[in-house]
């Protein structure tokens, strides 16, 4: 995945950051352990795809 960086003279407003993640499409994951004793009690793993529909029917090449 391309590595995007800002120069410090351009902002990115948060309806530009909210355009790009819809375009783009952005995963999101995260696990959450709680555990007492040394004895896991619960798991949760978290795993969140963000695109819009458009997006996410675009086809894709090999690579993309």
Do not use: F, W
């Not at 410090?8 to 959450?32: F, P, Q, W």
């Amino acid at each position: 995945m391309a590595d995007v960086r800002l120069d410090e003279a351009e902002h990115l407003s948060l309806c530009e950051a909210l355009d790009r993640i819809l375009n783009k499409g952005a995963v999101i994951t995260g696990d959450l352990t709680i555990s007492v004793a040394n004895v896991d009690l619960i798991y949760v793993g978290l795993r969140v795809l963000i695109a819009s529909a458009q997006a996410l029917r675009a086809p894709r090449g090999p690579g993309v």
